[in-house]
């Protein structure tokens, strides 16, 4: 019996390993039994093994082949112990273990062995999914917010909740929670994330094998208190590479395959690494958990992800789907990954992701120094049209979270269904450019380079804003101890930061890290939030209307009711933008409460249109309101001579004449600093600039 050389799909010829099988299974049996197979005998490690369709396996202990196809159904029942080299469920077939009323223990492990040469895009040695899986561990809590912070030779974990299903014998993961040095983060220090083994659980109380052998520090803010997590990385159902193995399996879900994973520990997995890929050398697509052009919703809720090469989960144009409650520990490039930017859909909640190394890096374009995705990030979007809630990452090279809409060279197009179950004949084509993202709420980020990294939210390219956008919401997003900046957005249009929670280290309040920082941003509007603890609390940079508009139509950027306690509260520079056309702008500051040293910093920039209007307003601040200017609109001051752009000097927009001041140039020409020579010279202590009373 034969069974197809290969199957193709929408995308792909995936080849099917072992399709001319030794060993076939004849009847509704046990694995174990030796009259279930037309060898008569029960399968061994050299064994291609075919399961008929029609025809019902069960397996509830040791079993071993080489591949193993399945067209009809292999049930995995409690304490299964199956070994192979690869294990593809073909378009009829189905694997199952447990269900959710009933889940069972059992482990699945992929053998050591060489590729086969004849596979040239290497997709055999592990799982490949076309058909149904349905994987039922048993249930716990993947992971809790410890009470109080952990010290250096404690035996026992203290938890704010009391952790369900911890068993003695589990291992358990805490991340390294101290903000570093803001240039290299965690690579310039060594590490201290650990992992240990539950000795009991005794309520909210996690008694350790052996102590602790660091401190892992929270912070606090005057009544709130942020603290570091501990997950568990002990699952009841294994799927994993074999101890040590040069050639790592990985776990593919594909075209038409109706896939639910509850409970899962995937370990050792995956063969693409994060160094640039290449055919043969370094094969593009060869993840951990990787759901690949899915037509249909998928479910991973409550699995383990641990010790894996480039990114443990991804999300290849896949849609709808449910990925909740996982943890995922140990990682290259990003730990959740949604790829191309077409991933519509997904509801990516209440994750854990930790230890994700990277090339870090700015993220101008979606591909990095080693392609898309391999800076180091907690949780990376190609696109924004995903729900992202109520996740925690910690502990990552890169960024917590990271999400674009545009590009840098020219806005993507991409195919997207327009519900559940929609074939790809059915897919529209749409502009990311034009979506902000779904949903962004009660995100946490702590002890990475950036808590969060937006880029072309609302944006076509670099510099020019879509004409129509969705708006984003930043909702409740809490980072601290983050080595660089807490949020950081590039080219963003119509976003709303509210409730944000941005908490530095206060020791380290003299390092060149920032609260938010926003360069280049339209009708963003931030409220109800806290920044404390940095250098800089907020840097501003944003401009007020798409380049080149006539007549320019202002759109105000809000900063309201928020609190601000840090070396510098607010710094509104003027845009950093390496053209010369930048559109005016007006920010207005409400009801802001500001308790360090420097209040509000305006800060001039000497390149590009030094002559744009730039209005900047402080609403009941001091128990006034006020416009601010810069100290350089004072009438004396020297307006630059208009300079041509010349290579890798953006130029600058000012006086036509060299020598006049503010005052002469705007009686001359209508032009000085910032579009207005200031009325005053009056000052107040906090504010680095001058002050008119409206």
């Known amino acids: 019996m034969s069974i197809p050389a290969s199957i193709q799909t929408h995308h792909d010829t995936i ?26 005998r029960v399968p061994n490690g050299a064994d291609s093994v075919y399961i008929p369709m029609g025809v019902v396996l069960y397996l509830d202990g040791a079993a071993g082949c080489d591949n193993l196809a399945i067209d009809g159904s292999l049930e995995l029942l409690d304490n299964f112990d199956l070994t192979a080299t690869t294990i593809t469920v073909l378009p009829e077939g189905e694997l199952r273990a447990g269900s959710m009323a009933t889940p069972v223990h059992g482990s699945i492990t992929f053998r050591d062995l060489p590729l086969d040469p004849a596979d040239t ?18 249930s716990k809590d993947q992971f809790v917010r410890l009470a109080t912070a952990p010290a250096k030779g404690d035996f026992i974990l203290q938890c704010a909740t009391q952790p369900l299903g ?6 358990v993961a805490l991340p390294d929670s101290r903000q570093l040095d ?19 659980v005794n309520g909210r109380a996690v008694e350790l094998v052996s102590p602790l052998l660091f401190t892992h520090p929270g912070t606090t803010y005057k009544n709130v208190t942020l603290l570091p997590h501990v997950a568990n990385l002990s699952m009841s159902i294994v799927i994993q590479s074999a101890p040590r193995s040069v050639t790592r399996a990985h776990c593919v879900f594909l075209d038409q395959a109706d896939v639910t994973l509850s409970h899962v520990e995937f370990a050792d997995l995956g063969r693409t690494n994060n160094t640039r890929t290449a055919p043969s050398t370094n094969q593009i697509g060869r993840y951990p958990v990787h759901f690949h052009h899915l037509e249909k919703s998928f479910a991973i809720d409550g699995c383990v992800i641990r010790d894996s090469r480039k990114w443990p989960l991804a999300v290849h144009d896949s849609h709808f789907g449910w990925i909740n409650a996982n943890v995922i520990c140990g990682g290259q490039g990003a730990g959740i990954a949604f790829e191309d930017g077409s991933e519509t859909g997904n509801k990516c909640l209440s994750n854990y992701v930790t230890d994700i190394s990277g090339a870090q890096g700015r993220g101008k374009s979606r591909d990095g120094k ?14 924004p049209r995903n729900v992202v809630s109520h996740n925690v990452v910690a502990d ?54 950036n808590g969060l990294e937006l880029w072309y939210l609302g944006f076509n390219t670099y510099y020019r804003p879509s004409k129509s956008v969705t708006p984003t919401a930043i909702s409740d997003f809490r980072a601290w101890h983050c080595h660089r900046v807490g949020i950081f957005g590039n080219s963003q249009q119509n976003v709303r930061i509210n409730a944000a929670m941005i908490l530095g280290d206060p020791a380290q309040i003299t390092r060149q890290a920032t609260g938010i920082h926003l360069l280049q941003g339209r009708d963003v509007r931030m409220s109800a939030g806290t920044v404390a603890g940095y250098k800089t609390g907020i840097d501003y940079r944003g401009y007020g209307d798409e380049l080149g508009t006539t007549p320019p139509v202002v759109v105000p950027t809000l900063i309201e009711s928020v609190v601000l306690d840090n070396g510098t509260d607010l710094l509104i520079a003027m845009p950093l933008i390496d053209q010369l056309g930048i559109p005016p702008r007006r920010v207005e500051v409400r009801a802001c409460e500001f308790n360090g040293p420097v209040h509000v910093r305006l800060s001039y920039r000497n390149l590009g249109n030094v002559v744009q209007p730039d209005e900047v307003f402080l ?41 006049l001041t503010n005052q002469q140039a705007w009686a001359q020409f209508g032009v000085a600093i910032a579009g207005a020579v200031s009325p005053t010279q009056a000052r107040m202590s906090g504010v680095v600039g001058f002050l008119e009373r409206l």
């Open 182 to 200: 803001s240039g290299n983060g965690r690579k310039g220090s060594t590490q201290r994330r650990e992992r240990v083994v539950v000795a009991r």
């Open 396 to 449: 990552c090279d890169n960024n917590g979270y990271t999400i674009y809409g545009g590009d840098n060279a020219s806005a993507v197009p991409v195919q997207v269904p327009t519900q559940p179950g929609d074939g790809h004949a059915a897919y529209v084509t749409v502009k990311l450019a034009d979506y902000g993202v779904m949903e962004f709420a009660d995100n946490e980020a702590y002890s990475v380079l």
């Open 15 to 40: 080849p099917i390993a072992g399709h001319h099988p030794s060993n076939v299974a004849t009847s509704n049996n046990r694995w174990n039994d030796p009259g279930t197979w037309d060898m008569v």
């Open 619 to 659: 609403y009941g601040y001091q128990g006034g309101d006020w416009r601010a200017y810069y100290n350089e609109q004072d009438p004396t001051f020297i307006v630059p001579q208009t300079q041509p752009k010349s290579g890798a000097f953006i130029g600058i927009v000012g006086c036509p004449v060299a020598g």
């Open 370 to 383: 080693n392609g898309r995705g391999t800076e180091g990030d907690g949780i990376w979007c190609a696109g």
């Open 166 to 171: 911890w068993q003695p014998g589990d291992v």
């Open 121 to 138: 895009a290497q997709w055999g040695h592990g799982l490949l999914v076309f058909g149904g899986t349905e994987l039922y561990g048993q």
